[in-house]
């Protein structure tokens, strides 16, 4: 399985982002998806994920990203909108160990190679 995220870069408070996942290597669909971040000097953080049986979100996140997915394209999606400073991180993209995928990264079994997201104040 390979997971190639990308659309990160450098962003103003207040704007938005999106970013992208493309996976391979197994039945896309059958799959939890989620988002992770990682703040420098903090943990790997849970930001949304996307399964069967719908979508879950950070409280931090709420309200503000959405997270998607096409199966038929074999993507996954995050719509990063009023993006704070706070917000500041790399961005991993994960596929579940099977169709129901939670908060917890342990849920989760392949990992992409992040995409930096800055936000400027």
């Known amino acids: 399985v390979q997971l190639q995220a990308s659309g990160g870069g450098l962003v103003q408070a207040g704007g938005s982002a999106r970013l992208s996942c493309a996976a391979s290597?197994?039945?896309?669909?059958?799959?939890?998806m989620g988002w992770f971040r990682q703040a420098p000097g903090k943990e790997r953080e849970f930001v949304a994920g996307?399964?069967?049986?719908?979508?879950l979100y950070a409280d931090s996140v709420k309200g503000r990203f959405t997270i998607s997915r096409d199966n038929a394209q074999q993507m996954v999606y995050l719509q990063m909108n009023d993006l704070k400073p706070e917000d500041t991180a790399v961005y991993y993209c994960?596929?579940?160990?099977?169709?129901?995928?939670?908060?917890?990264?342990?849920?989760?079994?392949?990992w992409g190679q992040g995409t930096q997201v800055t936000v400027s104040s």
């Open positions: 996307i399964n069967w049986y719908g979508t």
């Open positions: 994960a596929q579940g160990a099977t169709h129901y995928s939670n908060s917890q990264s342990t849920s989760y079994k392949y």
């Open positions: 290597g197994r039945a896309f669909r059958n799959y939890g």
